[in-house]
C-alpha cells in the first residue's frame, strides 16, 4: 500500500512539472502578442495609407521578419531617437526590453502565426497625424544657454542637427535635471519629447549638450511665463 502511494505521489509529481513545462514554452504567436506590440508601437506610421509599408497583417509582417528583428534590436525602429532612462517621456514610442525580446523569440522560433484568429485583438483606429505646435514663448537653444526667465518645461523639440546631443538643465543651486539624449534621431522623423510631468527652471538655470551648430526647442507647459 505504501508503494503505491509512493508511486502515485511520483507520477503526481511528474505530471505537473510536464504540465508546468507546457505552460512555459507556450509558443510566441502573431496572433496573441506580435500583433498587440505591432499595433502599438508600429502601427501609426506602417499601415495602408500611412507613411510606410503596411505592417498591419501575418502575410504583411512575415517576409520581413529578419529585418525587422533587425531594426528593433539596433533600435533604429520604431524611430523614437533618444536614450532611454535620460528623461522621462509620455509620448515615449520606444518598445521596452520585454517587447524586444518577445519579438526577437518569435523570429528564432520560425514565426508562428497562431491556429485561433480570435485571439487577434481588435484592428487600431487612427486619426489624422498630429503636427507638432510650436508655442510663441518656446525658447532655442543652441551651444550653452542660460535661461533668462523661468520655464515650465513640458518638452524638448530638436530643429536641426541635434541628434547626438545629451542636454542637461543646471539649476542656479547646482542641481542637474537630465532633460534628453538624443541617439539615432532623424529629421525625418520630427517629433517632440514631451515630459510625463512638467520641469520647473528658474531664471539662470543653464542648458547644455546642444552644439552651437544645432537647434533644440524647449516647449513650455501652456501655464508657463516664459518670454
Known amino acids: 500500500m505504501r508503494r503505491a502511494l509512493l508511486a502515485a505521489a511520483l507520477a503526481f509529481g511528474v505530471c505537473g512539472q510536464l504540465r508546468a513545462h507546457d505552460v512555459s514554452t507556450t509558443p510566441i504567436t502573431w496572433?496573441?502578442?506580435i500583433s498587440r506590440i505591432f499595433y502599438e508601437r508600429c502601427a501609426s506610421c506602417h499601415r495602408p495609407g500611412g507613411t510606410s509599408?503596411?505592417?498591419m497583417t501575418y502575410v504583411d509582417v512575415q517576409p520581413r521578419a529578419v529585418a525587422i528583428r533587425d531594426a528593433v534590436l539596433s533600435r533604429r525602429m520604431p524611430p523614437w531617437g533618444a536614450v532611454s532612462g535620460f528623461g522621462d517621456f509620455r509620448n515615449n514610442q520606444a518598445l521596452t526590453a520585454e517587447q524586444i525580446e518577445l519579438i526577437t523569440d518569435?523570429?528564432?522560433?520560425?514565426?508562428?502565426k497562431g491556429n485561433n484568429p480570435r485571439m487577434l485583438p481588435p484592428t487600431p483606429k487612427f486619426g489624422s497625424a498630429e503636427s507638432v505646435v510650436v508655442p510663441p514663448n518656446a525658447v532655442e537653444v543652441r551651444g550653452i544657454v542660460s535661461l533668462k526667465s523661468p520655464i515650465v518645461l513640458d518638452g524638448l523639440l530638436p530643429d536641426g542637427a541635434a541628434d547626438g546631443a545629451r542636454i542637461l538643465a543646471v539649476r542656479p543651486d547646482g542641481t542637474v535635471e537630465p532633460l534628453l539624449w538624443l541617439y539615432g534621431y532623424s529629421e525625418k522623423y520630427r517629433h517632440a519629447f514631451l515630459l510625463r510631468k512638467p520641469v520647473t527652471l528658474p531664471a539662470g538655470t543653464i542648458i547644455r549638450g546642444?552644439?552651437?551648430?544645432a537647434s533644440v526647442l524647449l516647449l513650455p507647459a501652456a501655464s508657463s511665463g516664459t518670454h
Open 31 to 33: 496572433n496573441r502578442e
Open 210 to 213: 546642444v552644439r552651437p551648430q
Open 53 to 55: 509599408f503596411s505592417l
Open 106 to 112: 518569435w523570429v528564432q522560433d520560425d514565426t508562428p
